[in-house]
């Protein structure tokens, strides 16, 4: 009987089962009872091979108290373990009895060879070809079978009352730890019938390596705090809810239970069903897995959220996903009340955050007046060209936006475009508005104008990227530009998209010495210049909005401004919707406080685009929609505070073109003004 090659082979699978631990752990904090478990049943294994080749009986005595190292402390552990598992903490008092147990009994064995306690009559035999250690027992042996079967019944005890209970506790986990407790003992009752000498449990121990290596790497998901931290670096109190890759749910800390109660009714290992915060639920993970949508918000109750959708990753790899939850309440908290206001509300709104809006109103204030001024004194010095800066800034923005960029950054390339020209307003005005051709001086002169912008706007707090658009407008594509001759990408984007937007305007503008180009030679220049004044991508985009521009719109001198029929009861929401748009002067806003009122304003003038409050005395936003549609066609966004409402197909039936909800928002609102009023205008 090949002994020895039974207990290399167990003793090998045991070191291997501790190297992958080891491995998945890499740049991990490892699980304690895992690392520690495996380590044991290394060593186990270790003194039952060292026994098995014995030849001294101080050897195989040696060797034997090693091999016991599992018997004492792997049920211990295990123990430890399932209550980890079940998400009970065993309090630190009954945690040193039972470790100080185990210590007593292990001690016991350590006297084997000294006294008859543990071990008596002992000497060497022989099972094959491997060395045993024969003996009977002495009395605290006993002892042993407390460790051996008491913790087993504790654990059977502890699996079996959360396989019963409803928990978040991941069943599958429970059955395979119940299964491999039950494993052992089975094995081990069979294995000395068979033959008291043969150590099943070296076998045993590779096993529930198996068992413990495979529920490691299903912890990467269920330990919500590991997952977390491979993937998010937190900076506040953030709630999570985790999925696989089957989006079968995984489990979810305190904060996201508190926002969503529901959940804790829910199933681990489960896909998600269900009605309410469960349905929310299971479709934002939806539009994120099918559209790839990962932002939202959500309010429950007083309370506002911005909802995150993503993967887990490990090592590269995708794990599962993640809602991340961050409670975004306080910031706008007072946008909620002065949604709700009335005098006692309106008072605490004043006292909590007057200072903080007075503060950020002063920045915006200051920032867009030194930026319409600085527009206006620029375009002011030229008499051809008035109205040049706010056209490039325009022509710019609707680049932007077929660009694919975000509201926001349209706002600052529309910006830049404002300011763009900000360096002439130190360059003699006889110079800007001579007729005839400029000299050499002359021209160096004008020449300065990107740098000396540069300088300007760099003194100005938070417009780097507005200095840096001015300072290289006029680089060329091809490295032939000043003031630096950058070429391709090397050029900013922001200082290419303006390259572009300033030449269509100054071959469409009036000047001193011609009229505006024709549109079919503009678009002849634009492609001689595409490629070498110009960067290809956004060449091919004005030539896009120059084959739209069918009535030649575009580069009139005066843009047409748009008129919003604002209708509210409550006259606070208007100075808020007009504090949002008070940057955009092509918008202009008209405000009423009914329906009626909103009828009749319709009968005497035409609007590109009415926002309605749903909730009104008298004749709410609903009816009022309904008269609408009755005789016109224009836009209409409905605005509402119930949450609750399906206003995705309620709205829609009335035809409603969009709808937004409060608190407002601001980039929401820009967004959803610019999609409903730039539908018809080239470039939007």
């Not at 269900?274 to 929310?280: E, F, L, N, S």
């Not at 706002?411 to 005839?436: C, Q, T």
């Not at 509402?640 to 995705?648: C, E, F, M, V």
């Not at 909800?661 to 601001?666: C, D, V």
Request: net charge neutral.
């Amino acid at each position: 009987m090949q002994m020895t090659f039974y207990y290399l082979i167990t003793t090998i699978l045991s070191m291997v089962n501790l190297i992958l631990l080891v491995y998945t752990y890499e740049n991990k904090k490892a699980n304690y009872y895992f690392m520690l478990s495996m380590l044991i049943m290394a060593l186990s294994n270790c003194g039952y091979l060292a026994l098995a080749r014995s030849t001294q009986l101080y050897e195989a005595v040696l060797a034997n108290k090693i091999g016991y190292l599992g018997g004492c402390f792997i049920p211990l552990i295990t123990l430890f373990l399932i209550c980890t598992i079940c998400n009970y903490r065993v309090p630190g008092w009954l945690r040193y009895i039972l470790y100080g147990y185990s210590f007593f009994v292990y001690f016991m064995v350590l006297t084997i060879g000294y006294n008859d306690l543990y071990y008596k009559d002992i000497a060497l035999g022989k099972l094959g070809d491997a060395t045993i250690l024969v003996h009977s027992y002495g009395i605290c042996h006993a002892f042993f079978y407390v460790i051996l079967y008491g913790y087993l019944i504790l654990e059977i005890a502890l699996l079996g009352y959360h396989l019963m209970k409803k928990s978040a506790i991941s069943k599958n986990k429970l059955w395979i730890l119940s299964m491999m407790v039950i494993f052992n003992i089975v094995a081990f009752i069979i294995g000395r019938m068979i033959h008291p000498n043969i150590e099943i449990m070296s076998l045993l121990y590779v096993i529930d390596g198996w068992v413990f290596l495979y529920l490691q790497k299903k912890s990467m998901m269920y330990n919500l705090e590991d997952s977390i931290a491979s993937t998010i670096q937190q900076q506040e109190v953030y709630g999570y809810i985790i999925f696989d890759n089957e989006l079968k749910y995984m489990g979810c800390n305190k904060v996201a239970q508190k926002v969503f109660p529901d959940i804790a009714e829910c199933k681990v290992d489960n896909v998600l069903e269900g009605a309410g915060q469960i349905k929310v639920l299971t479709e934002w993970l939806q539009k994120y897995v099918n559209e790839g949508k990962d932002k939202y918000q959500h309010r429950n109750g007083e309370q506002y959220y911005e909802i995150k959708v993503g993967r887990v990753l490990y090592r590269e790899q995708a794990r599962g996903y993640v809602i991340e939850i961050k409670d975004e309440t306080d910031r706008l908290k007072y946008m909620s009340l002065i949604s709700n206001y009335n005098n006692e509300l309106l008072a605490k709104v004043n006292e909590q955050t007057q200072e903080l809006r007075e503060h950020q109103q002063k920045i915006e204030e200051l920032y867009l007046q030194t930026v319409t001024a600085l527009s206006e004194a620029v375009d002011a010095k030229d008499r051809y060209t008035s109205g040049h800066s706010k056209r490039v800034a325009e022509y710019s923005r609707m680049i932007a936006k077929r660009l694919g960029k975000s509201v926001q950054e349209q706002e600052e390339i529309y910006r830049a475009g404002l300011l763009h020209d900000v360096g002439k307003i130190r360059i003699p005005v006889d110079i800007i508005n001579k007729k005839g051709k400029l000299t050499d001086e002359e021209y160096n002169i004008i020449k300065v104008h990107p740098v000396t912008g540069y300088h300007i706007l760099s003194g100005i707090s938070g417009s780097k990227q507005l200095a840096i658009a001015a300072k290289y407008h006029h680089e060329r594509y091809d490295g032939k530009g000043y003031p630096n001759g950058l070429a391709g990408e090397k050029i900013p984007e922001v200082a290419r998209i303006l390259g572009v937007a300033d030449s269509y305007d100054a071959m469409t503008s009036n000047r001193s010495y011609r009229s505006g180009l024709p549109q079919e030679v503009v678009r002849e220049e634009i492609i001689k210049g595409r490629g070498t004044q110009f960067d290809p991508e956004i060449a091919d985009i004005m030539l896009q909005m120059i084959e739209e521009d069918k009535e030649y719109k575009m580069c009139q001198n005066d843009l047409q401004q748009k008129t919003i029929l604002v209708v509210d009861d409550e006259p606070m929401n208007h100075k808020i919707l007009m504090h949002i748009m008070s940057d955009e002067p092509r918008y202009k806003i008209v405000a009423v406080t009914g329906g009626q009122e909103a009828l009749k304003a319709l009968n005497h003038q035409d609007f590109d685009l009415i926002m309605l409050d749903v909730m009104m005395p008298e004749m709410d936003g609903l009816e009022t929609l309904r008269h609408i549609r009755k005789i016109y066609n224009t836009p209409v966004v409905l605005m509402t505070g119930n949450k609750t409402l399906d206003t995705s197909t309620d709205f829609a039936e009335l035809g409603c073109n969009d709808y937004i909800t409060k608190p407002f928002l601001p980039l929401l609102i820009k967004e959803v003004v610019y999609n409903m009023t730039e539908r018809t205008v080239v470039g939007k």
